[in-house]
């Protein structure tokens, strides 16, 4: 096996506030790592350090074995390396779903038009939306912006995909559709760290799930030990205040086993129909 990303003891913080307390880390090559942990925990911190969209003031992150933040190293090289998905999909309004796709490698990798064209072509293929090649964004349903927002990661060619919370802002209907896709990359064999809570993702095509919670790594094990035999009081807590519910009509059609975390309703009452912090659905 190879590491692709390797972390160090990473310390981040913004002003006073210390945010990431000394994260290690290793990702093998193929390895799909699943992320999980209350709000503000750090873990879109984590990744942001990862592709140095963030700064950090102590630790080192190796992309395989070259140390990124070193002064010789060419951080927009190692960008292309790793494509990124926001849960906000991100994509350029004001420009078709295939110049989405097409931008970066045109005028980035100033790579050959024709040969630009066909691959993004190829991918809408995959993806299923050939035919909104000349759409635009505002014209597609969230869960199709998504999918869009993956396959123009993915014409960079990259050797890592980071995924941060890519299915929180999707209505529940279209989350599948989203999933299916970042599950196809993971058993073609795509390094991947994706941060969510969907477990029956986690459970389908993780390897490993780490835990994060104020500013450090409280839990890593396979998805089955992290379930089935928490070493960690605070894995214990955070997946018991989940409670288990067997249906609810709006999940009807979502993958078996998920978390309905409201990491986007922090500042919401919890609805009179679910716990203090969300569901588990199996
Ligand atoms: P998570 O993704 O786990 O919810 P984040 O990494 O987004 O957590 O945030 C961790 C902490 O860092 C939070 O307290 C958040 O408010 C803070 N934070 C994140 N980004 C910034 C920023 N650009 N400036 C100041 N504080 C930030
Ligand atoms: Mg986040």
């Not at 506030?17 to 925990?41: F, R, T």
């Not at 969209?53 to 090289?77: A, P, T, W």
């Not at 999933?179 to 058993?187: D, P, T």
Request: with cysteine; charged share 30%.
């Amino acid at each position: 096996m190879s590491t692709i990303i390797s972390i160090r003891n990473l310390h981040k913080r913004f002003g006073h506030l210390e945010v990431l307390k000394g994260i290690d880390l290793e990702l093998q090559k193929g390895e799909v790592m699943v992320v999980i942990g209350p709000s503000g925990g750090g873990k879109s911190t984590m990744l942001r350090c990862i592709n140095h969209l963030e700064k950090y003031e102590k630790g080192e992150i190796y992309f395989k074995d070259v140390l990124l933040h070193e002064k010789r190293v060419n951080m927009n090289e190692y960008r292309m390396k790793m494509g990124m998905v926001f849960q906000q999909f991100n994509l350029f309004p004001h420009r078709t779903v295939i110049d989405n796709l097409m931008l970066s490698p045109l005028k980035v990798k100033k790579m050959d038009p024709a040969e630009v064209k066909e691959k993004a072509l190829n991918l809408l293929k995959r993806i299923g939306l050939s035919e909104k090649a000349s759409a635009y964004p505002i014209n597609l349903s969230g869960g199709q912006q998504q999918r869009v927002a993956i396959s123009r990661a993915l014409m960079m060619d990259p050797e890592l995909m980071l995924f941060d919370e890519p299915t929180s802002a999707l209505d529940p209907e279209l989350v599948g559709e989203v999933l299916e896709v970042m599950k196809q990359l993971a058993r073609e064999g795509m390094t991947m760290i994706v941060v969510t809570h969907e477990m029956g993702f986690a459970r389908e095509v993780g390897h490993r799930m780490i835990l994060i919670d104020d500013g450090l790594i409280v839990e890593e094990a396979t998805p089955t030990d992290f379930f089935q035999n928490p070493k960690s009081e605070r894995t214990k807590s955070f997946c018991g205040r989940f409670y288990r519910k067997s249906s609810r009509s709006v999940y009807r059609g979502a993958p078996a086993f998920c978390f309905v975390y409201p990491e986007n309703r922090e500042h919401d009452e919890p609805r009179a129909d679910e716990g203090p912090y969300g569901d588990l659905f199996f």
